[in-house]
């Protein structure tokens, strides 16, 4: 079975500084995967995706993703962090015939002024 | 374009009650997924449908069920509301299947159900 780990629950960076969130997946075969954030009280929207190709993908607000297969990880980075990226963000997974995500259990960031 | 939309923003339920969830998906979608989200169990995988048929269930008790309108729109049904079933449920529009294997799950805002 396909899961989702996020190791971190919680993590705190002040504005400006650098982030990585990790991500890493378990699937037997080519995984695709996605990040997704969650602002309180609203929806998910979608930051990246990878399905194939080149590994280093880029995504909406400045984040980016790194697909590495050895490591069985898609840890998402941004180089400064701005106080409006504090939200939950989710690490997903979809096996491809029955289209369902699979998601992590969230990191909550939050942004230090 | 308007996206996702979902009806009603918050639904008050006791317990033993039925609970129906509304969803209306991206113009030109074909394809409704139900997520749901609750404290402590993180985002879970309900229900798909497409063209108005199932097509795939996650690992939910028959009381969750739900149906695929001719105009694509969709409802989620809970039956004998449980406390546990107390939580955000989220519903995801695509365009269908036969486009491509898969293509971007596009989310409402979600209907908060509190169950009493």
């Known amino acids: 079975a396909q899961s989702v780990t996020q190791p971190d629950i919680h993590i705190t960076v002040s504005e400006g500084a650098s982030l990585e969130l990790r991500c890493n997946y378990s699937y037997g075969a080519t995984p695709y995967l996605f990040w997704y954030v969650q602002s309180p009280g609203q929806g998910l929207q979608l930051l990246l995706k990878y399905f194939s190709g080149d590994t280093l993908v880029q995504g909406i607000k400045g984040f980016e993703a790194e697909f590495k297969r050895s490591q069985s990880s898609f840890n998402l980075r941004k180089p400064s962090v701005h106080w409006s990226d504090a939200a939950e963000y989710f690490c997903?997974?979809?096996?491809?015939?029955?289209?369902?995500?699979?998601f992590g259990s969230g990191t909550q960031l939050t942004v230090l002024p | 374009e308007a996206g996702v939309t979902q009806s009603p923003t918050h639904l008050i339920k006791t317990r033993g009650q039925q609970a129906t969830l509304r969803c209306s998906p991206i113009?030109?979608?074909?394809?409704v997924y139900w997520y749901q989200q609750a404290l402590g169990l993180g985002l879970q995988f309900l229900l798909w449908?497409?063209?108005?048929?199932?097509?795939n269930r996650g690992n939910f008790p028959p009381r969750f069920s739900g149906r695929q309108f001719p105009n694509y729109s969709s409802e989620l049904n809970v039956n004998a509301l449980e406390l546990e079933d107390s939580a955000l449920y989220l519903c995801?529009?695509?365009?269908?299947?036969?486009?491509?294997?898969?293509?971007?799950?596009?989310f409402g805002p979600g209907t908060r159900l509190t169950v009493l």
């Open positions: 113009s030109g979608h074909t394809s």
């Open positions: 449908y497409d063209e108005g048929e199932e097509r």
């Open positions: 995801a529009s695509s365009s269908g299947p036969r486009e491509r294997w898969y293509n971007e799950q596009f």
């Open positions: 997903a997974v979809v096996r491809g015939s029955a289209r369902q995500l699979t």
